[in-house]
């Protein structure tokens, strides 16, 4: 952190300034010579040099991250009818991405009050998924099909997709919307887990910023707000979302 040396001194006994007391707390210059920089500013750099000196209690809320976090324990439920036409392939990651569905708890509004060395986001899904099998009845045998993984999670800041971190997610369940004969209702239960968990994690900082496609506008190292999200495209009937959520911090 650089030295201070505020621009307005005073003498005892003689009558003070407002406009100078508030210029020796707050007055952006180049090089710095107000308070303001004693906390606001301080950043990575100059936190690795004296980081055994400062305790928790010396540093201002926000002064080296701003973390947000967000989500829901509400059921979601996506059913077939909103992934319009059937022309589409979820091979296809563009395709997908632009058709797919923002999930609502993971998705939210990044916030960064200052110029960012790095960006992190966490987050997880649990998920539902019919796999579309149509049961017979009664005492008719049934072959289970191999899970065909006709669902795609791929998350996206500020509107760029980032395939190489999509999840192509195996179904869960037989039939959420129609359910087996009571005589096969114990094999829905038993065949496959009920649930699917995606966790991911993403870095963003200057050295990964073109890769991810994020520089520019795009960059949510700038000041202002940024989006997260993470988009659901499916083929299945009925997927349901039980649980989400998504965490950003961003460091000086």
Request: aromatic residues 6%; glycine residues 8%; charged residues 20%.
């Amino acid at each position: 952190m650089p030295d201070i040396t505020v621009p307005n001194t005073f003498v005892s006994g003689s009558t003070s300034s407002a406009q100078e007391v508030a210029e020796n707390i707050y007055e952006p210059t180049t090089p710095p010579n107000t308070l303001e920089v004693g906390n606001g500013r301080l950043d990575k750099d100059n936190l690795e040099a004296v980081s055994p000196l400062i305790s928790h209690d010396m540093v201002r809320r926000s002064s080296f991250a701003a973390p947000r976090s967000s989500g829901s324990t509400a059921n979601f439920d996506f059913f077939e009818e909103i992934f319009v036409g059937d022309g589409w392939s979820l091979d296809n990651f563009r395709t997908s991405f632009d058709r797919g569905i923002g999930v609502h708890g993971v998705s939210a509004s990044i916030y960064t009050p200052w110029p960012a060395t790095a960006v992190y986001i966490a987050w997880n899904i649990v998920a539902i998924i019919d796999d579309a099998v149509e049961h017979p009845g009664g005492a008719v045998s049934i072959t289970l099909p191999a899970p065909q993984g006709k669902h795609l999670l791929i998350p996206g800041v500020n509107g760029v997709r980032l395939p190489a971190l999509a999840r192509r997610v195996k179904e869960s369940t037989l039939t959420l919307v129609e359910r087996p004969t009571p005589s096969d209702e114990a094999m829905q239960d038993a065949v496959q887990p009920d649930q699917r968990l995606f966790s991911g994690h993403l870095m963003v900082d200057s050295v990964n910023l073109s890769e991810l496609g994020l520089t520019g506008t795009k960059s949510p190292l700038a000041p202002g707000y940024h989006t997260f999200e993470v988009r659901l495209a499916s083929k299945a009937r009925h997927v349901r979302i039980k649980s989400c959520n998504v965490t950003s911090i961003p460091l000086r």
